[in-house]
């Protein structure tokens, strides 16, 4: 059974980079199986797609993100990660990682990550 | 970008009782449809998908039906813990988009 955890800051000042790291267990992130995925999720609201990134390092980002978004993946440690720059209190949310094969079929828990000074 | 808009946003049920969400695609998606269900406080999880395919430990009450533009989630005998928030997802074009969510009340 895959297992994904997410790590990192809780607190993020405006104009700096938010920074997350999830943690695959269960199986390789090597495995051409799965897309590994970051969503968001603001407080009260629903789920937007960040981006994806494939064992090899390919990366789909969303459009309304792109600019400002950077998902990678170190296979050395069978973790992808998340760099977003220049957060605004807009960037407040949920931060979730995933498994991404038919739908998004494995999810880690959440992190919640507030953009204050 | 393909729009879901899920209907109704809200809605109040009575145990035992049918429970039918409806998500409605912008675009034709053909059947590149997914359901999740996310209680408070966790995780969504994953129950339908393709649009109608099961997905192993999700109860059976839990079925989903559509393709092209026009997809239904249909939960039989609602029971007290489906109390949640459904969303639908299209994984037919990139960004991959969500619908707005539905809540599910227990009266």
């Known amino acids: 059974q895959l297992q994904l955890q997410e790590s990192g800051p809780g607190l993020v000042k405006p104009s700096e980079t938010l920074s997350l790291t999830c943690t695959v267990s269960?199986?390789?992130?090597?495995?051409?199986?799965?897309?590994w995925v970051w969503i968001r999720q603001p407080p009260g609201k629903g789920l937007e797609w960040i981006g994806s990134?494939?064992?090899?390092?390919?990366?789909y980002y969303n459009p309304s993100l792109k600019s400002r978004v950077t998902v990678s993946v170190d296979t050395s440690k069978n973790q992808f990660s998340l760099k977003v720059n220049s957060v605004t209190a807009a960037d407040t949310a949920a931060y979730y990682c995933?498994?991404?094969?038919?739908?998004?079929?494995?999810w880690g828990q959440g992190t919640l990550v507030t953009v204050s000074s | 970008e393909i729009v879901l808009t899920q209907s109704p946003d809200f809605q109040s049920v009575t145990p035992k009782e049918k429970v039918t969400i409806t998500c409605r695609a912008s675009?034709?998606?053909?059947?590149?449809l997914h359901w999740y269900q996310q209680k408070p406080d966790q995780s969504p999880k994953l129950l339908i998908k393709?649009?109608?395919q099961s997905i192993s430990g999700v109860p059976s009450r839990f079925s989903g039906s559509g393709s092209g533009t026009d997809f239904t989630l249909t939960i039989n005998s609602l029971e007290t813990e489906d109390a949640a928030a459904y969303y639908c997802h299209q994984s037919k074009t990139l960004p991959w988009t969500f619908g707005q969510g539905t809540k599910v009340e227990i009266k």
């Open positions: 675009q034709s998606i053909g059947s590149n």
């Open positions: 995933a498994a991404n094969n038919a739908g998004f079929d494995y």
């Open positions: 990134v494939y064992y090899s390092g390919s990366t």
């Open positions: 393709y649009a109608s």
């Open positions: 269960g199986d390789s992130i090597n495995s051409r199986s799965y897309y």
